[in-house]
């Protein structure tokens, strides 16, 4: 540290995060990271962790919080992206490839190439560049950058060669910054030093040098709701001292793996990885003593399939249920059920090679759901004649008179581990996937077989040595004997199986395998190895199969070879039961239990708890959340799944840890019990920050009501909103699949001080000008950022809107008593169904401010002001579709703000990144009636009216049907007025959009001004 550093000289100062967030950029760089999939870098520590928030996102949050907004904006956001590595030297290490000196001097112009690079020999090539190298002199000169040249030079003329196109593509095309992290930033220090008065040379001295001149000590980061680490990891990654808490022990093993194993130090690792080749080694020692996964003849067992077999009520047969008779696309292998009549059952075949025509023919298999109403019914055939029956009546399902669920499937015991001869459902192995090295180098033959006697033997042996083992595996805590508790995703199990135990949920040759391991695991590391291969095991996982080329389920679009595989089980949100499964074998689950794992060093130190955030009890400087709002993800039920198998004996560094997902006391859901579960959480972070503390909350920007929730938190916990920020977290094909909003909204925080007064009245007032102030500045920032950004928006109308909110909230949240309500109280008061509380008036009057300061350029405010909340959808969104922003949770945003209740209908698109308006040739005669939200709009009779003149319609005629469709034309003089200023928006709205309505809007404004009236 360097006496420079004041200590507290940024006590009070702003944060950046309160002034300015590059948004759209950060997008970028999200959908970047997102779209990495298991190439991020905590992610191989556990896939089967839903939801984990951006590195990225985590790294602008907390720098945010730390660096100070100055007078000078533009300098600012100049820094900041440095720090993020989103400037153009950046970029030239981002690079996939550096470019090559003679490639720079083909390229650029340099007026004294020497300056920068040695030539060998001189004097042959011209002194200055580009350099035209077709010139057959020039092959031999060797070009070499020149020693004294600094880092930052030699990016800087890098980076001129990098392609001018827009942010997002740019950072398609390169590394993510994570990536070059060692060096990505060498060339920033001395401008980041220079603008904020530090003297830092990397991040952990920059951190701790802003933490000092705020808080008087490197600063000190907390995440009570830590989920997967992803925040306390980047937080430590930047050099500050990390707690992180959860409720749920998995999510604190998985940050502490985060911490102490992606984030150790190298030399940590190799004892660690010593360890875990041990293991594997015994476990497979121990499998191949039994002999139950390998053949005589070198093979060794990848996969097993299994389905399950029930007998048809009305044919007496034991059917085997089998979606698909296809195994493998790539091996052109299926099954074939060959009836055995005298003992009413199926022989299974398996045959590689087959026709692309019995390809086709084994796609339908005994388990179909192509009938009404799409219930899985059984299929097959008996002496020509076909018999189905529904799935729900085989299991016997039924509802009683309070209109509870049930069925006739006997619930399974604690000791049991397979079904019992009188069990509805049979469970059944019916292929076998193999696989052999080849004897060149490391690659495998693979091959798919039916199942032979001594594959049953095989079978048996493995069963008896689960039953032998049962009970004292249980005890030791080696298996689960814990019961699953019933909810919205574990019923699943209970219902659809009968299955009441966890360990029910899986084959016995995963119970050998994993009991196994279990025995050996005396470690941390080797919990969470554990817990990321049980997502590989159980009969929840479902068989794969893909052709070459083609995408892989949860691939993202991926392309690869053929690939055959049972999926994991959290592919999704759920505990889904299946027909058939795949059941992958001891040696590719130690393979993958010993895979490696990236490495990216923690400078500050971290500190995980497992507890609830209302049991802290020490003080952080900044928090950054991410609460389970209303959330899809049932943490407190499907991480059960590993809780059942982890939590008997766990390894000393999580022995102190609440091995139960206590699920009352998780905070859930939407309503009253939600709320006071935040409130609970956030206000005890706010009494455990100092003064100038602050505070980012994310939240899942979904619609309106969310608003008036975060705002009643925010209120009740103490805390006031300083600024809000809307950042796109997920991918174009989440967002693709049902076209929902999906982003992320940032809600900065800072304690309450005071106990301020204000009346409805005084707030309007200041709701108007604080909303008008946030929206000049961000719109301002735009224009004075435009050499950084090229022609890009730092800010894309949705942001400013986002903006707008928030600036609503920082005005409502200042106060503590408004028109005599204490808000305190006011928050917290349970809700009646129905009922607009005093609150939530005065939210919509903001988020109405807010929304009224967004007039497209080109409209008058006098006519704005008149318009229906369609019309201004309308025209809004041909505003930002004018300027090239097509993205559909626009839409869904506007639409929101605008409170419009069906938005699909005006929509002539419905493309993620490709959306657009209907022209007013599609909407044609629609959207006139009563039941439209543009019924008697002076906007759709002008549309109209322009569909008429596009189509060569009579101009007397066209005013005609105008003046009838807009409602009091002759009556309300500025009716007519206001067609003109429409007709003429849309004119040059459309200029380049569609120009032949674009002319006819033209046609039709002079149409009407030259009417002639009386
Ligand atoms: C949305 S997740 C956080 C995800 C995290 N940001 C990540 O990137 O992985 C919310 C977390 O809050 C935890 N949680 C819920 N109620 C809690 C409580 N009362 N106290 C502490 N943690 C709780 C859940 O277990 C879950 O891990």
């Known amino acids: 540290m360097t006496k420079a550093i004041t200590p507290f000289s940024l006590k009070d100062a702003p944060a950046l995060i309160e002034q300015l967030l590059p948004v759209q950029k950060l997008s970028a760089e999200v959908f970047k990271e997102r779209k990495a999939g298991a190439g991020q870098t905590l992610v191989p520590l556990g896939a089967y962790w839903k939801g984990r928030k951006p590195l990225i996102l ?36 981002r690079a996939k490839r550096r470019p090559k000196p003679n490639e720079i001097l083909g390229k650029i112009s340099i007026s004294r190439v020497t300056d920068y690079f040695t030539l060998e020999p001189e004097g042959v090539l011209p002194t200055s560049a580009p350099i035209d190298w077709s010139n057959p002199e020039y092959t031999e000169v060797k070009v070499a950058w020149r020693k004294d040249i600094s880092e930052l030079v030699r990016r800087r003329l890098e980076a001129q060669m990098l392609p001018r196109v827009q942010y997002f593509e740019r950072v398609n095309q390169s590394k993510r910054a994570e990536e070059v992290l060692d060096i990505v930033h060498g060339h920033i220090w001395d401008a980041v030093n220079d603008h904020i008065g530090t003297s830092a040379q ?65 030399v940590q690792r190799k004892t660690q990885e010593n360890e875990q080749e041990r293991i594997v080694k015994r476990v497979l020692a121990e499998i191949d003593r039994l002999g139950v996964e390998t053949d005589s003849s070198g093979w060794r067992a990848k996969a097993y399939l299994y389905c399950l077999e029930v007998r048809c009520p009305e044919t007496g047969w034991m059917v085997p249920l089998i979606p698909s008779k296809i195994l493998s696309y790539g091996k052109q292998a299926i099954v074939e059920l060959i009836p055995l009549p005298s003992q009413k059952r199926y022989e299974i075949k ?75 459902f049979q469970e059944r192995l019916y292929a076998i996937h193999w696989m052999k090295p080849k004897k060149t180098g490391k690659k495998f033959d693979y091959k798919f077989t039916g199942v032979s006697e001594a594959d049953m033997r095989c079978e048996r042996i493995v069963e008896e040595y689960v039953k032998q083992h049962l009970e004292e595996w249980q005890a030791k805590g080696w ?43 005396k470690r941390g590391e080797t919990l969470l190895r554990l817990a990321k291969i049980l997502d590989y095991t159980s009969k929840l996982c479902r068989w794969t199969t893909s052709k070459a080329g083609s995408s892989k389920t949860g691939g993202g679009g991926r392309t690869g070879g053929a690939s055959d595989n049972p999926t994991n089980v959290f592919y999704n949100q759920a505990l889904n039961t299946f027909y058939n499964y795949g059941c992958r074998a001891s040696f590719p689950l130690l393979q993958l239990f010993a895979s490696k794992l990236p490495l990216s060093a923690i400078t500050g130190t971290t500190m995980v708890a497992c507890q609830t955030a209302a049991e802290l009890d020490e003080v952080f400087d900044i928090y950054v959340t991410d609460p389970p709002y209303g959330d899809a993800v049932k943490y407190e039920e499907i991480l059960e799944f590993f809780i059942a198998w982890l939590r ?114 005084d707030l309007a007032w200041d709701l108007q000008e604080e909303v008008e102030k946030q929206i000049r500045n961000l719109t301002g920032l735009n224009q004075k950022a435009m050499a950084l950004y090229r022609d890009e928006n730092v800010f894309e109308d949705a942001d400013i809107q986002m903006a707008g909110y928030a600036a609503a909230l920082r005005v409502l949240t200042h106060y503590a008593i408004i028109d005599g309500h204490d808000m305190t109280v006011e928050a917290i008061r349970p809700r009646v169904k129905g009922e607009t509380t005093f609150l939530d008036g005065l939210i919509n009057f903001a988020v109405d401010t807010a929304n009224q300061c967004l007039v497209p350029h080109g409209i008058a405010k006098c006519y704005w002001d008149r318009l229906s909340g369609a019309e201004r959808f309308y025209l809004k969104m041909l505003d930002l579709e004018y300027r090239g922003a097509n993205k559909i949770d626009n839409y869904q945003n506007f639409a929101k703000a605008f409170k419009v209740r069906d938005f699909q209908a005006f929509m002539g ?106």
């Open 58 to 93: 985590n790294k602008a949050c907390i720098l945010g919080c730390l660096l100070p907004a100055t007078d000078d904006m533009t300098r600012d956001l100049a820094i900041f992206e440095k720090l993020m590595a989103m400037d153009d030297e950046s970029f030239a290490v």
């Open 648 to 761: 008997k004996n766990p390894p000393p560094e999580f022995a102190d840890w609440v091995w139960d997902s206590r699920r009352s006391l998780a905070i859930k859901g939407e309503g009253e019990d939600f709320r006071r579960g935040m409130v609970e959480a956030y206000k005890r972070m706010t009494d455990c920050m100092p003064d100038n503390g602050i505070q980012v909350i994310m939240f899942t920007h979904q619609d309106g009501p969310i608003w008036a929730d975060m705002a009643n938190i925010v209120w009740a916990s103490g805390l006031q909103v300083t600024a809000a920020w809307y950042v796109v977290t997920e991918t174009e094909s989440a967002l693709r699949t049902g076209n929902n909003v999906k982003g992320t909204v940032l809600l900065v925080c800072r304690k309450r001080k005071g106990r301020f007064k204000a009346t409805r009245d």
């Open 202 to 266: 990397s991040f952990y001295e920059l951190v701790e040098q802003l933490g000092v001149m705020r808080f008087g000590h490197r600063p000190r980061v907390a995440d009570t709701l830590c989920g997967s680490g992803q925040l306390p990891f980047e937080a430590g990654r930047l050099g500050c001292d990390v707690f992180a808490s959860d409720l749920n022990p998995v999510g604190c093993m998985l940050t502490w793996g985060a911490c102490h194993i992606i984030g150790s130090a190298s």
């Open 909 to 1014: 698109s419905r493309k993620a990144n490709n959306a657009r308006l209907k022209s007013a040739l599609e909407f044609g005669r629609t959207e006139m009636g009563e039941g439209s939200e543009l019924y008697q709009s002076a906007l759709r009779a002008v549309l109209y009216a322009i569909m008429e003149i596009a189509k060569d319609m009579d101009g007397t005629e066209v005013l005609a049907h105008l003046t009838m469709n807009i409602p009091n034309y002759y009556g309300d003089m500025t009716q007519r007025d206001l067609a003109v200023e429409l007709a003429d928006y849309l004119a040059k709205r459309l200029e380049e959009l569609r120009p032949e309505e674009a002319s006819a809007a033209r046609v039709l404004r002079e149409l009407v001004n030259n009417q002639r009236l009386g």
């Open 350 to 424: 398996v045959r590689s090679g087959v026709s692309s025509e019995e390809m086709a023919e084994a796609s339908i298999g005994t388990l179909r759901s192509d009938g009404p109403g799409q219930d899985p019914y059984l299929f097959h055939t008996v002496e020509g004649r076909q018999y189905r029956s529904k799935i729900s009546t085989l299991r016997g399902d039924y509802r009683d008179k309070d209109g509870k669920t049930g069925s006739a499937l006997r619930l399974w015991e604690k000791s049991d581990f397979k079904p019992r001869s009188e069990d509805i």
């Open 479 to 521: 298996i689960p004997d814990m019961r699953i508790e019933p909810g919205d995703k574990t019923d699943e199990p209970i219902r659809t199986r009968g299955w009441t135990h966890w360990h029910h949920l899986f084959p016995a040759r995963h119970l050998m395998l994993l009991a196994l391991i279990r025995k050996e695991t």
